[in-house]
């Protein structure tokens, strides 16, 4: 197989990364990677379904994933997976030594080791310029949910149907599971048993960088979890606080102690982005500085600064957040040609204990098993978005009243960067907007049935 082939096949197959932006993944398939990285550094805490997977398919991955690497001409495919997650470790030892070109490369338990940018040093040595690509160090990295659908596009022609989510926090039985593209989170959690309590938020992707949803939010093909928290626990509470509070208490407190830049691990990388630097910028409208400001392009809004290193309880990743969001409706772009400084020798000392983490969010007593239960679930209803990935949103390819069949195309790729989306269920078009198709199951069988290769 070409790697022309090979990208044909996964776009059409609607594969995007699982998680994260949602970059597709036929983008990827580039011969300018002599390295290929597989990531299953569960970035997020409390995260699951990366570990899961690989663990109950590893035959399958390692398979595709040195395809892939035989595809590309790569010379190496590592497998990045954190030393702790002992059982996956354990079965890809078994089918890793089948293919030459696959090697493991156990990572540390410290957050965040799933950033692109932190995994491929880890992994690799090398430092991805600030603002730059993988692809122009010579690195792809795959997702292990990516190449699981990768894995299904080729052997069974399947297209991307389902996504695995992991439900945890306040509810009865915590669980990881696959369901339908478009289910609501409110149907997901159910799954898990419902809430344990009356008040509770939903946090949609993780503690650090998830974002609180509503009950009828769909899954897309980027959802890994979802976080069910009382609406009093301090997360919840500081991802609801207004940019102006936050600016106030920053003008107010901020002690320029560097904590929050001691501890960015971009910054310990060589790239230029200094939290507080801009937190002392922005808090004295000292707007001749534009460094502290141009540099904002480069934070990977992991989020340390604000949920873990600041004594005083500041908010500078979100700030940043609003910046970079004002600088780029004003048309300014991140700065080219910026060279990485050394690589800092305290790298080492300033990482952060998962463990550690999870304690200072308050997250510990959420630590706890979530089986996967890898078998498609049946819902009565999906509400599919058009625009599931980074790039131009797919173009709808059906009308109301329209009855589909699980597999089918129901949005085509538009031009450039683009994939196609896929019925999850069968059933009937019950509503088309220009954001979303909404799809009722057929009667028998709940609408989900497991895919058939035609």
């Not at 990295?141 to 022609?157: H, K, M, P, R």
């Not at 050394?342 to 979530?370: D, F, I, Q």
């Amino acid at each position: 197989m070409t790697a022309e082939e090979l990208s044909g096949i996964v776009r059409e197959a609607g594969v995007v990364g699982a998680g994260g932006a949602g970059f597709p993944t036929y983008m990827k398939i580039d011969k300018r990677a002599n390295t290929i990285l597989l990531n299953c550094a569960e970035c997020e805490p409390l995260l699951r379904l990366h570990r899961q997977l690989l663990r109950d398919h590893a035959q399958e991955i390692v398979r595709t994933f040195a395809m892939i690497a035989d595809t590309l001409e790569a010379e190496e495919a590592v497998i990045g997976v954190k030393e702790k997650y002992r059982s996956t470790v354990a079965a890809l030892q078994q089918w890793v030594p089948a293919y030459p070109k696959v090697r493991i490369q156990l990572l540390p338990g410290a957050y965040p080791m799933g950033d692109e940018v932190v995994l491929i040093y880890e992994a690799t040595g090398r430092v991805i310029s600030p603002g730059g690509l993988p692809i122009e160090a010579g690195v792809a990295v795959f997702n292990v949910e990516t190449v699981y659908n990768i894995y299904q596009a080729l052997e069974n022609s399947q297209p991307v149907l389902d996504k695995v989510v992991s439900v945890v926090g306040e509810v009865h039985r915590p669980v990881t599971v696959r369901v339908p593209l478009g289910t609501s989170l409110e149907e997901v959690v159910a799954m898990a048993g419902g809430e344990t309590i009356p008040e509770q938020v939903y946090l949609v992707g993780g503690p650090m960088m998830g974002h609180i949803g509503s009950s009828a939010d769909p899954v897309t093909k980027t959802t890994n979890a979802v976080l069910v928290l009382p609406e009093d626990h301090v997360i919840i509470q500081r991802k609801r606080m207004p940019a102006s509070i936050g600016m106030k208490r920053a003008a107010s407190s901020c002690c320029q102690c560097e904590t929050c830049t001691d501890l960015c691990p971009r910054h310990n990388l060589g790239h230029p982005i200094e939290p507080h630097r801009f937190m002392r910028a922005m808090s004295n409208h000292d707007y001749g500085d534009l460094d502290a400001f141009l540099n904002l392009f480069f934070c990977s809004s992991c989020g340390l600064c604000e949920m873990f290193s600041c004594p005083q309880g500041l908010s500078p990743r979100s700030l940043i957040a609003d910046c970079k969001e004002g600088l780029r409706k004003a048309g300014i772009k991140a700065p080219k040609g910026v060279v990485p400084a050394p690589v800092k020798e305290s790298r080492e000392y300033r990482k952060v204990p998962e463990n550690r983490l999870e304690a200072r969010l308050g997250l510990t007593k959420y630590e706890t098993e979530a089986p996967l239960d890898n078998q498609v679930r049946s819902v009565p209803r999906v509400r599919e978005l058009l625009s599931q990935h980074i790039g131009a949103p797919a173009v709808c390819a059906v009308k109301k009243g329209d009855s589909v069949v699980r597999g089918q195309v129901i949005a085509e790729a538009a031009a450039g960067l683009s994939v196609p989306v896929h019925a999850s269920i069968c059933g009937t078009v019950t509503e088309v907007t220009d954001k979303y198709v909404e799809i009722t199951a057929a009667k028998s069988g709940g609408g989900s049935d497991i895919w058939q290769k035609q």
